[in-house]
């Protein structure tokens, strides 16, 4: 089945600083992908939609400026939080949508903590 | 735009006891329908999905879901349920034909005890 991964699986870091969150299709080439932040015992929020070559669409009340994401390979998807800040902890999850079914296949999740 | 509402936050139950999970959803528009679950510090897994066809959807480790367009709902049913089971489930729409962005719902945490 189609798997896709994400590294690192925790990461911890300290306010003020950067930290780059990868997303990769280990066995099928995604077009899009999709960028999601998940809050304690809430559900997951669209952030952004990653789309190969061009620039990703973010949803509104996302801040293009401070998660900043490249979608540079047909299987790779980079999330970076720049300047991180306590509010930014959370669990971010990304999708990628296969290209023959159009199902969104999810990666195992970053769980980033800023102290 | 759509929104999903789960109404249970939480539902606990016994090994073997059925159990059933509700979504109901809003749009203005038709939508394909999806049950995903979620194990701790994991990503989602989809358990089924409706898209057109049969109302009635059968999806993986034994779950089905019915589709009711009049009361815009795609509730998850089991019949006996494991301790493996026990996780948070997502239900989730997209606009069909749209961008593709699925609309979750808060999700629902189903304890099975023993």
């Known amino acids: 089945g189609a798997v896709v991964s994400q590294h690192p699986s925790r990461v911890i870091c300290k306010s003020g600083t950067s930290v780059k969150i990868e997303c990769r299709s280990l066995?099928?080439?995604?077009?899009?992908m999709f960028w999601y932040r998940q809050f304690p015992k809430q559900s997951l929020m669209l952030m952004a939609t990653s789309n190969e070559g061009s620039k990703a669409t973010y949803e509104q009340g996302v801040e293009k400026d401070k998660f900043l994401i490249n979608h540079a390979s047909l299987t790779l998807s980079t999330l970076t939080v720049t300047s991180a800040h306590p509010e930014d902890s959370s669990f971010y999850i990304c999708?990628?949508?296969?290209?023959?079914?159009?199902?969104?296949?999810f990666g195992p999740g970053t769980r980033l903590t800023v102290t | 735009a759509q929104s999903v509402t789960q109404l249970d936050s939480q539902v606990p139950v016994f090994e073997e006891a059925p159990v059933e999970l509700r979504c109901n959803y809003s749009s203005s528009v038709s939508v394909y329908l999806f049950w995903y679950v979620q194990y701790p510090n994991q990503g989602l897994q989809l358990l089924l999905k409706?898209?057109?066809?049969?109302?009635l959807v059968k999806g993986i480790n034994g779950f089905e879901a019915e589709f009711n367009k009049s009361q815009t709902s795609f509730h998850l049913r089991k019949p006996s349920v494991h301790i493996s089971d026990t996780a948070e489930y997502f239900c989730?729409?997209?606009?069909?034909?749209?961008?593709?962005?699925?609309?979750f719902g808060k999700g629902t945490k189903l304890t099975v005890n023993p």
């Open positions: 066995d099928f080439q995604a077009t899009t």
């Open positions: 409706y898209l057109s066809g049969s109302t």
């Open positions: 989730a729409v997209s606009e069909q034909g749209g961008s593709e962005k699925l609309v």
């Open positions: 999708s990628a949508r296969h290209p023959l079914s159009y199902e969104q296949y």
